[in-house]
């Protein structure tokens, strides 16, 4: 009630204060944007470029501009890790959310370098034993396939050897222990 209101397409708003006052401190209006003042016994609000804060902390270097509070140059969230993916909130500032790195692949072991991002290391599917075919199905994870050895002759016992991975072809012992028989295959 104590302003009259006014805009200047050069200067922006202005507010003279009607009522009286003694002193500069009558006259603070609680904004940082104006620099206030008692001239002649009345209130004068000038608007400024002083700093002040927007409320938004997704900006810096905050300044006044024809008598209101505008927002600087974005806030740099980056922080320099490929495994966040990084914004900002007006009401919260920066955030750094972590990144999923999978590749719906079993036979990946899926992880983060900050430096590099995602990375997807082969799983070793090796079993240590020579005797069966390693491989690796993306669905599924390791298969461990055994080596058949089959000479085709019902007269061997056919095995792989654990410690070579070959294929041994053991004779059939065909004796029935009596001495009465020839025992052949």
């Not at 012992?173 to 052949?184: L, R, V, Y």
Request: aromatic fraction near 2%; charge should be negative; hydrophobic fraction near 15%.
């Amino acid at each position: 009630a104590c302003t009259t209101d006014a805009c200047d397409p050069s200067t922006g708003c202005s507010h003279t204060n009607t009522c009286q006052c003694h002193a500069d401190s009558d006259c603070n209006d609680n904004d940082p944007c104006t620099d206030d003042a008692c001239v002649a016994g009345h209130c004068q609000y000038t608007p400024n470029t002083a700093p002040c804060n927007d409320g938004n902390a997704c900006t810096t270097n905050d300044h006044c501009v024809n008598g209101s509070c505008q927002g600087g140059a974005p806030l740099n969230c980056n922080d320099n890790n490929a495994c966040t993916t990084d914004a900002c909130t007006p009401g919260i500032g920066c955030t750094h959310t972590a990144i999923t790195c999978n590749d719906q692949s079993s036979c990946t072991n899926d992880s983060c370098d900050p430096a590099t991002g995602c990375v997807f290391t082969p799983v070793d599917c090796n079993d240590g034993n020579p005797c069966t075919t390693d491989t690796c199905d993306p669905s599924t994870g390791c298969v461990h396939t055994t080596i058949v050895c089959n000479d085709t002759n019902a007269c061997t016992n056919d095995s792989c050897n654990p410690a070579t991975g070959t294929c041994v072809f053991t004779p059939l012992n065909c004796s029935d222990g009596s001495a009465c028989t020839s025992d052949d295959c």
